[in-house]
Structures are given as structure tokens and as C-alpha cells.
């Protein structure tokens, strides 16, 4: 492979803002999905990832998609997604589940759940690199690269008009979106730099505190507080957790939910207690992405109400940890339910990549 910029490269990144920003902007949806920069020369194809290590071998149909619909030689910042197309959503967690170290799950996979892959940004072509080019060039560059790809390749829809960002905003969000980005017509490339904006949902909800799990640098501080909401059924849903505080707090509320802390006999998660033989809960479960993050957890009778924020939800789950906002002494652990959480409207991705739009057999 020689191209004009080579891999890996780190992605440019946003900073979070609070509103939709005024000004000459260029506005993007937000695509919840892997972050991957795509680089073809000829027949090679290298997808990379945020962390600047290749996806390639997890997504084969993406590397097909690549050579029959980019240009020869391009390299090109974009977003892996999974369409859901029964709900018309993305389909995060189902996207999760293609990193797999097994090659005949990926080949499975590949076909039970393929990829499409969504372009924002241009970083070379042929022999050219535009990193140091303004945004409003790299983009019409890209949509002239693009003009004639189809399904699972898609170019992001933008906008200069703060009003229909707005309604995007909005919108798009009962697509599984994540929000907005926004960047400057005049904005060259930078890798690795917080220099575009993003706008992202933000809600509160009102959770129990079911457990939590100490923190990494001993037992006398709490790492995260392991939240639930009650389903209409009456049972205790695990719905996330919420972390970020500051060490001296860690470590006082691990004093104040000392008089909370139970067994799992009389825990409403019972099924996450430790195998016979275990001496703590520690030790019990690890992630099946990091086989170093301790996934157990202490448990604590279901007794106390906290406030926490929270972008959107995957599932019946906060799609990210969320953070605290209070203390609700004034709520009861069982008025904490889902009824309380804010339902976006649906809302098509099909809509939203009208002009190529997402099919279920693949065809633009």
C-alpha cells in the first residue's frame, strides 16, 4: 500500500458543546457506530479503527463494498453502522457482537449481520492528500468519489442551515442517531484534535442503586454505582451504571453504603452471585471485551434513589455511562420505572439516506 497518507491514522474528534451553534457551520448526523478510517490502494483495503488498530479481518463485506464502490485510491473517514431492519434503527449492540476473535463466527456474522459503512470525510484521493484542504473542498471531493456508490456505502447528509439541523436533531434520533456534529467550512484535517463540535441528547432519569463495584485502586472507594429502573412486571432491570467522582468522594460513599450492602440471597440480581468456591464477587465475572475489567459487583438492598444523565438508551440499557446529577431522598426505590424515560419519535434511516438509501439486500 502507498498512498498519500498512510495508516493508521487517528480520527479527528469532537468536543462536546451544549447547543446547536451559531455561525458558519456545516452540520452532520451523528452516527453511533465504530469510528474507521478506510484506506484503498488498488485491491488493498485497510479499515482502521479509533484506537488505530485494523478492523479489516471483522468486516469482510465491508472490504468487498470498498472495492466495488470507492475510488482506487482513496482514504476515507467514515462510520461502520448495523442497520436493525425491523425497527428501522441501528443496532449498536448487535454491531458489538462482529468483534470476535473466531474467523468462522466473523464469516457468519458477515452474512447474518452485514455492515454499511457511512463517509464524512476525505483524507486523500489518487495521488492527492487534502487533509490540509478546508472542509467545503474535502466534502465536494468526497461526493464527487462517491457519486456513483451504492448500499452498504453511503455518504452522510449535511447542512448549512441551523433551522433544519435543528429538525435533524430531533428527528434522527428515532433512528438510533447520536446528535450532531458540526465543523467549519475552513477546517483542514487534524488527527487526533478535539477541533469539530458535537451536540448530543441529554436527560435525566431517576434510577435505583442496586450495587457497586469497588474502585481499581482498592476496596475502601466505590469504581461505579450499578443502577436499575423496575420494569411493569415489578422486577429490577440492571440498566447501567454511573461513575466520575472525584477519589475523597469514592471513598465516602463507600462508608455511606456500607449499612446497604446485602447478599445475594436477598438481592433482586441473584443471578449475578459468585460460583461455590469464589471468596468474593471480585473474581466471579470478567467482560467478554476486556478479559481484565471485573464485571461483578457488590451488592446493596435496593433502598436508595440517585438522579443521573444520560444521552439515550440501547435497548432496555443507557447506551453510555451515565453521570450524576443528585440524590433523590425524596423518591421511592419503586417509582423509579421506565415509564419515566423520554421515547424518541421513530424515525427512518432509509429517510435519512433517502438519496442511497439503506436496504436489506444490500442494493442503493
Request: glycine residues 6%.
Amino acid at each position: 500500500m502507498d498512498l498519500p497518507v498512510m495508516p493508521p491514522v487517528a480520527p479527528m474528534l469532537a468536543k462536546p458543546v451544549d447547543a446547536i451553534p451559531d455561525g458558519d457551520y456545516v452540520f452532520e448526523p451523528k452516527w453511533d457506530g465504530f469510528r474507521s478510517i478506510v484506506f484503498r490502494d488498488g485491491g488493498e483495503v485497510e479499515i482502521g479503527s479509533r484506537n488505530e488498530r485494523p478492523m479489516t479481518r471483522y468486516f469482510p463485506e465491508l472490504v468487498d463494498a470498498v472495492l466495488a464502490n470507492m475510488p482506487s485510491r482513496c482514504v476515507i473517514d467514515g462510520e461502520i453502522v448495523l442497520p436493525d431492519f425491523a425497527s428501522g434503527r441501528l443496532d449498536f449492540e448487535a454491531l458489538q457482537l462482529r468483534i470476535h476473535p473466531a474467523a468462522s463466527r466473523v464469516t457468519l456474522l458477515a452474512g447474518q449481520t452485514p455492515a454499511h459503512f457511512v463517509a464524512f470525510d476525505l483524507l486523500a484521493l489518487d495521488g492527492a492528500d487534502y487533509t490540509e484542504r478546508p472542509f467545503a473542498e474535502r466534502r465536494a471531493a468526497l461526493e464527487s468519489a462517491l457519486a456513483d456508490a451504492g448500499a452498504p456505502i453511503h455518504l452522510t447528509p449535511t447542512t448549512s442551515d441551523k433551522a433544519l439541523a435543528t429538525q435533524w436533531f430531533s428527528q434522527f434520533e428515532g433512528a438510533g442517531l447520536d446528535g450532531l456534529i458540526a465543523k467549519s467550512p475552513d477546517l483542514t484535517y487534524q488527527p487526533d484534535k478535539r477541533v469539530m463540535l458535537k451536540i448530543k441528547h441529554e436527560r435525566t432519569a431517576d434510577c435505583v442503586v442496586a450495587g457497586y463495584r469497588p474502585h481499581k485502586s482498592g476496596a475502601d472507594a466505590v469504581g461505579s454505582l450499578l443502577l436499575g429502573l423496575y420494569r411493569a412486571d415489578g422486577v429490577l432491570a440492571s440498566v447501567g451504571v454511573v461513575g466520575a467522582f472525584p477519589m475523597a468522594q469514592r471513598r465516602a460513599l463507600r462508608t455511606e453504603l456500607e449499612p446497604l450492602v446485602t447478599t445475594f440471597d436477598e438481592h433482586p440480581w441473584n443471578w449475578a452471585r459468585p460460583p461455590e468456591g469464589v471468596r468474593t464477587p471480585r473474581s466471579s465475572e470478567f467482560s467478554r471485551w476486556n478479559t481484565g475489567k471485573d464485571l461483578s459487583f457488590i451488592p446493596l438492598r435496593p433502598e436508595r434513589v440517585v438522579e443521573v444523565r444520560y444521552d439515550h438508551m440501547e435497548g432496555p440499557r443507557f447506551r453510555h455511562t451515565t453521570q450524576f446529577v443528585r440524590w433523590r431522598p425524596d423518591r421511592s426505590p419503586k417509582s423509579c420505572t421506565y415509564a419515566q424515560l423520554e421515547e424518541p419519535v421513530s424515525y427512518s434511516l432509509s429517510d435519512i439516506l433517502a438519496e442511497k438509501p439503506i436496504t436489506q439486500n444490500g442494493a442503493g
